[in-house]
DNA sequence: CGCTTGTGATCGAACGTTTTATCGGATATG
DNA sequence: CATATCCGATAAAACGTTCGATCACAAGCG
């Protein structure tokens, strides 16, 4: 075995040895830091002559060994599986963070999902200098082990936590958005609407709280919402047919994500159900991708880039020492109308409407 | 200022100290490294106890810098603006890459794009234990730049690189999947097929690739192919207006990736035009996208994720010391034929075919 | 007894930076 | 002349690991 793997083509010292001066004078020169030391101009020529001639390249690992600091944050998300189903709501996430990243000059590297605590301390181990956090759990544990770590984090779209100014968190308002789908929906006469979550939505925090805002907004229009008007959505097994033997018929669809807004709209394609004609469809997120669909889908449309943008600036002023002037960011949403809903069938306009359906 | 900013909780010195054991038999017994160093099974269980009572993360950095190995490897791609811009290509790129680097304990960097030679100098900086480059340029100064730094580097969807033994290689068989193309329109009855780009492609390997593809198959099949039938698509400027003033007009437009070819369909959904009636439509990679465009996209599927996977394998083969049995890797293109193409208008029976159009 | 082998353990030298403390000497200040 | 200040520069101590060298001691073997 080679008893010394030689790590890269030149060190600090054999460029100072070159140059005929102290490693201090080198670092000085060629990396600017350094209060006291200081060399003169034409000893600093012959020293970045000596560093091009030897190739130098500073090793990032001792530098940030001894600053502890590696202008690296990580990326705490779901698993890849689902993001690759997903449509592009994880992309400009992606997007978005690395835009303000790189551009100030922060590396960005993406974690393997964490579920554990144990993991969590693995984290702090120098390599990064803050996280932004996906769907972060609202776990006391989890902040108690942040506290006792040098590692700064973010949460984005994950609830509020309990303990308020323990982290920033980035969230859009799910509730103002879902309340305009519904507003939007009944104003176009529907009665019945199907809430579609796909299966493990409980420990999704986005998906929770737009169920809750579901809720509270068929509440406020006086609209009967229970259990029966809850589907969990499988991408395998086709449910649309069961939906047509539903007395009364739902009239709308909200699927709490586009993408299974876009599966119910392939779905209603190939069993012969018409949208908007026969069923309302709306989504959320809507992203580029429901510009393509069938019929163009309605959603909601969450400023998801502007958002990470903001993660990642809160993280950047966390992990450089400044304090954000608020812990706490919350972003409106907007309704996309397009061509998957209108009214329901058999609809009847409005000045002779009676409350009983025919 | 603070003099030292203490990195972490606690050292495996202090977790020694705490033991009452010397530093190397912590380091032995929490991280099993050192080969002659041996610790009783009592002593053990002490050590570990200390540990766990100091919540002891080890620090990677200073193991990184002795090792000279950060079990990290770095993902050179496009820029966002164009990878949010596009399909879902490097989503199922970074699946690929991401699944196999997890389950082999390596993390992942994404590094903002890097186009010139002394920032490649930089990436040696001792993070890194290997990089996959997507669309790597081949250029024999970048070669030499390697050959000087421990980095490895795999090249994924890149012209093949004119040292064949330099790096591994990793594409798909563009110009196999474009015949198949060709072989698809030519068969329906077309004979005037339109090649969309979209501005720059000129630097894209693989859409250089696909035109000469495109060139040598329309060769083979006898039928004319120049300069006059290349588009630059503009997403802004709308040229489907004009594509039908030209005379005789193209019956069929191939796109070199799908991002295009879904740009089309909605310019001819708003002009007017149906496909594929009016216009066959082919894109480039296949992704979950063409099933849910407006007539669904018929296009050539690029096995992506099998190839980020073998990407991010060979690469970690390369940096664990083995030699890949291999070091250029073809992967076979398939035609998704969906509803996007079809005979071209005023289409006879081939019986009756006659050479010149009517 | 002399020699090898094996066990359990420690010491201390790297790894490549940053940064504080220090040091001649020159120059300015009292 | 004594003293403070500044300039140019260096030595050396960290930072937290890994790992080769070494050591004491016991046992096995001829």
Known sequence: MES????????????AEAAGVSIAAASKVLH????????SVVRAEIIREAAEKLRYSP????????TCRTQTIGLIWEQMQRISDGPLY?????????QILFQQHYRLTILPEIPEIQPVRALSDGRLDGVIWCKMPDDPCL????SHSPLKVVALNSPASSQPNAYPCVTCDNEGGVAQVVEHLVSLGHKRILFA????WQTTPDAVARLNGFRIAMDAHGLPFGSEDIVEWDIKAPALAAWKATNPPHTAIF?????????????????GIRVP????????????????TKPRLTAVRQPIREMAETAAQLLIDLVEGRTPSSFFHSFPCTLDVRDSTSHPPHYQAPSTQSRGNS
């Open 4 to 15: 010394t793997a030689r790590s890269n083509g030149s060190t600090l010292r054999e460029v």
């Open 32 to 39: 600017g830091r350094g209060k006291n030391v200081r060399v």
């Open 59 to 66: 090793n990032a690992l001792a530098r940030s060994l001894r």
């Open 90 to 98: 994880y992309v400009h996430l992606l997007d978005g963070v690395s």
């Open 143 to 146: 902040v108690e082990e942040f």
């Open 197 to 200: 979550l796909d299966e493990g």
């Open 255 to 271: 699927a709490w994500h586009d993408g299974i807004a876009a599966n119910i709209l392939s779905e209603a394609a190939s069993v």
């Open 277 to 292: 004609q026969d069923l309302s469809v709306v989504g959320f997120d809507s992203t580029m991708f429901c510009e393509t």
